[in-house]
């Protein structure tokens, strides 16, 4: 683990959800905080962007200690865009964080490195925070080339960013094989890679920024992965469609930092 402040962890629920059940896991979410509440862990919960604004409510209403991202955000501003989303439209419902080239994104909607740097360019301009998301497919690694890959993607989307923005930036690793798959990468692959994102961090003025990790995380091995991987958080996915897994994660973050305090 570095010396970051606060530990981050973000629920990514892809397409999942209406928005009464948005609102219920809400609600469950908001239950269970109050009775475990994390110290040292910052939580973001990343919905559809059609259960935004109940999400939204229900935090405000509930006084949730935990903040709303999106998964994604056009790098344009207002326009002739059918199926997008702008930040201003973000920021009215309250949005602070946003998911950049998720690797969904990257192959399924082909958002190429280009895009991927205009668009956190528009992120931080607009006052949110981004969340990066980089890593490689299972072709990749297999072939040693993982490191320069990442160190690639990080390079196109970073380089030249004014160091005014640094704070608004946090970086997740998500290893392609691992996503969804049930196959998370061992301790020894993760911190290899965060020694390297962290490297390539500091290369870039960046050396504060706080490197996640994200690939079938649970509650069974979160407590191993940010001991061990050396990571400040994670970006979740399946587990944090259940309340109990999702807290259990969070609860793991909190115990592991409080520990090395």
């Known amino acids: 683990m570095t010396t970051a402040s606060r530990l981050l962890v973000i629920g990514n629920w892809k397409m999942n959800l209406d928005f009464v059940e948005a609102l219920h896991l809400g609600q469950q979410i908001g239950v269970i905080l109050k009775n475990r509440p994390a110290e040292h862990t910052d939580i973001v919960l990343a919905p ?20 709303l991202g999106a998964q994604h955000v056009s790098q344009h501003d207002n326009g002739a865009f059918t199926g997008e989303v702008s930040t201003a439209m973000l920021k009215r419902l309250d949005v602070r964080w946003v998911l950049v080239g998720h690797s969904e994104r990257r192959s399924m909607y082909h958002m190429d490195d280009e895009v991927v740097a205009a668009t956190l360019q528009t992120v931080v301009q607009a006052g949110l925070n981004a969340v990066l998301c980089v890593g490689e497919d299972l072709a990749v690694r ?16 970073l380089a030249g960013l004014d160091e005014k923005y640094a704070e608004q930036v946090s970086v997740a690793y998500e290893p392609i094989w691992a996503i969804g798959t049930g ?70 973050c909190d115990g592991c930092y409080a520990g090395k305090r």
Request: aromatic letters at 4%; charged letters at 20%; zero cysteines.
């Open 48 to 67: 559809p962007f059609v259960d935004l604004r109940s999400v939204s409510s229900i935090v405000d209403s509930e006084r949730i200690a935990v903040q």
């Open 142 to 157: 297999d072939e040693g080339q993982q490191s320069d890959f990442v160190s690639a993607q990080l390079r196109s989307a």
């Open 183 to 252: 196959r998370s990468a061992s301790g020894e692959q993760i911190r290899a890679m965060a020694s390297t994102i962290r490297a390539q961090l500091k290369a870039l003025g960046l050396a504060g920024t706080r490197v996640l990790y994200g690939g079938s995380v649970n509650a069974e091995n979160a407590g191993s992965i940010v001991s061990e991987g050396g990571v400040d958080g994670f970006l979740v996915g399946g587990a944090s469609l259940v309340a109990e897994s999702f807290l259990a994660i969070i609860g793991a």
